[in-house]
């Protein structure tokens, strides 16, 4: 605590540093808690594609199999609250192209001409074109490396937006500082009032997300009221010490 207390008043820069290394951490938590789940669902994705592929699709139309229908759940229903969430891909070479898909489930549906993407009210259709061959194969390693690109992907995304986020929060409640250093009579600078929230902010945080992975929830709006309160002891008490309370704005 002591050191936090030094760095506060004592400390080099705004520690927007901070800021980064609790986007970081919280970005890789993300990324480590999707990476399982995904991964687990990589044979489930094998065992659906061996049951639709081969397909070979020549000049635009599909030539094998020829009249055929066959249809994958892509995702398992919800079975505990009888809802069907399923996402459905359908093969089905007997047609040509849909000629209703107003009630049609979501999913993927493709005929011997055209490639279907129905989701909600939305149908978007595609023709095919060219000529290829999805084989029937093991695509387990294919699948897992993608499943660490996308993870990846999706941290860096995670770690940019978070910290964008912590920042906005950060510079709102340096300026709510300034208000209380005023009100309390105890002049600052910028750095100082910077650094001290951006060490609140990021311990209020972390006690958020403890609480929250043992299970609670904090109520709305509690979050800003630690941390008004703690901006208002720590600027009480560093206004009271001889080494800041001198400082100018």
């Known amino acids: ?24 951490l919280l970005a890789l938590y993300t990324a480590f808690a999707l990476r399982s789940p995904m991964l687990e669902m990589v044979p489930y994705v094998q065992e659906q594609a061996d049951k639709m592929l081969p397909i070979t699709v020549e000049n635009g139309k599909v030539t094998d199999p020829v009249r055929t229908v066959r249809e994958v759940d892509l995702f398992a229903d919800d079975e505990e609250n009888n809802e069907d969430d399923g996402f459905v891909f359908v093969l089905d070479t ?9 009630q049609l489930p ?21 023709r095919l074109e060219g000529s290829f061959t999805l084989e029937k194969k093991d695509y387990t390693e294919s699948l897992e490396k993608f499943v660490h690109l996308a993870v990846l992907g999706i941290a860096v995304v995670v770690l940019v937006l978070m910290f964008i986020y912590f920042l906005f929060c950060a ?11 005023a009100l309390l009579k105890f002049k600052t600078v910028y750095d100082f009032r910077m650094r001290l929230t951006c060490v609140v902010f990021c311990l209020i945080t972390v006690l958020e997300f403890i609480v929250a992975r043992l299970g609670f929830e904090l109520p709305f709006g509690i979050f800003s009221v630690l941390m008004i309160a703690a901006q208002v002891g720590l600027l009480f008490y560093f206004s009271k010490q001889p080494h800041t309370k001198k400082r100018k704005k």
């Open 106 to 126: 979501e999913g993927f549906y493709l005929t011997r001409s055209y490639f279907y993407h129905v989701e909600k009210n939305d149908v978007d259709r595609t």
């Open 1 to 24: 605590m002591t050191k936090l207390l030094n760095y506060i008043a004592h400390g080099k820069g705004y520690g927007v540093f901070l800021l980064f290394v609790l986007a970081f």
């Open 171 to 181: 510079w709102i409640y340096t300026f709510l500082a300034w208000i209380m250093a």
């Open 94 to 102: 007997t047609l040509d192209e849909l000629t209703n898909t107003d």
